[in-house]
């Protein structure tokens, strides 16, 4: 099969706005996490945008307090 048969009625617009969606939902998600680890607002809405670095940060973060025993 090619792929081009599979993407024939995709055009860039829907591309975007598919990623843009997926985009929101995670950093939405990234946002509620933020809130629930005692972040102020401001904070988890910037972690919205900026959510694979959230991620990141909370991902090292968690692996120290692992790592020292506290977790």
Do not use: I, N
Not at 29 to 43: C, D, K, M, N
Not at 53 to 65: C, H, I, P
Request: glycine share 14%.
């Amino acid at each position: 099969m090619r792929l081009r048969a599979h993407t024939e009625g995709v055009t860039a617009v829907d591309a975007v706005a598919g990623l843009v969606a997926v985009w929101l939902v995670l950093g939405v998600l990234t946002a509620s996490g933020a809130r629930r680890r005692g972040q102020p607002w401001g904070f988890a809405l910037v972690s919205v945008l900026l959510f694979p670095v959230t991620w990141v940060w909370w991902y090292l973060a968690d692996g120290r307090v692992e790592h020292k025993g506290g977790g």
